[in-house]
């Protein structure tokens, strides 16, 4: 009789060690599976990411540059609607026919409608710089071009100067970014050149000047996020 009582419990105690190695593995293999679908998931965003660089700003980027001929090598007339602050602006077509028509294709697709300015410099070169959707300075349309076109040889950029935005010492890299010089400024040629520039505001600075600049930047720097952030809610052309 004692005999059966020590085997059952040996084979109760074998049971409940089974049940506690059983129901570990379980729950090992639970957390294995939760770590390796979050592993899966930043893999997929981080390809994604990597994909998007590539193709939008990185050398994988496809060849749908705008034709030169929507420039219509003339002056354009238009203007950027920053919601309070409206600056009327031309483009000369003539002297910059790559960068117009780009600009002009991009305005036609609505691609400007929403961004905003992203970077504010109030040393030296004195510049507010648009046109990335990103918001970072790291995005573009999906293409880049060049070379630069219509740059001063002094590197003298008067106030209201319109130009493009691009990558430092290459020409090859311009694509939705742009800046508006504020104020008189002369930015140094690097290897490429200096800054295509492709039309001026002819009204509306000053306004912009106390809405967005003024403020300074968000962080207090010299070259930074402006605190003010302008937002391009439209622009029109014709």
């Known amino acids: 009789m004692a005999t059966a009582e020590r085997s059952r419990r040996s084979q109760l105690r074998q049971f409940e060690a089974r049940q506690l190695l059983y129901a570990h593995v379980a729950k090992r293999r639970g957390r294995d599976q939760v770590l390796w679908s979050l592993g899966a998931v930043v893999a997929v965003v981080v390809s994604s990411l990597s994909l998007f660089a590539y193709t939008a700003v990185g050398p994988g980027a496809p060849a749908t540059v705008p034709d030169q001929a929507l420039s219509e090598n003339r002056t354009w007339s238009g203007q950027m609607d920053f919601g309070d602050v409206a600056l009327d602006i031309t483009l000369d077509g003539g002297a910059a026919p790559q960068a117009v028509a780009n600009f002009v294709s991009l305005i036609d697709d609505s691609f400007y409608e929403g961004l905003t300015c992203h970077r504010l410099t109030t040393e030296e070169f004195l510049v507010m710089q648009c046109g990335d959707p990103l918001g970072l300075g790291l995005g573009g349309p999906g293409y880049v071009f060049g070379p630069v076109e219509n740059d001063p040889a002094d590197g003298f950029y008067p106030a209201g100067t319109l130009a493009m935005a691009r990558a430092t010492d290459n020409g090859q890299t311009m694509g939705s970014q742009f800046f ?23 009204s509306g600075l000053d306004q912009f000047i106390d809405a967005y600049v003024t403020p300074g930047t968000a962080d207090e720097s010299v070259d930074g996020p402006p605190l003010a952030t302008p937002v391009m809610e439209t622009i029109t052309i014709r």
């Open 180 to 202: 508006i010089v504020y104020e008189d400024s002369t930015i140094p040629n690097d290897a490429a050149g200096g800054y295509t520039v492709m039309g001026r505001i002819t």
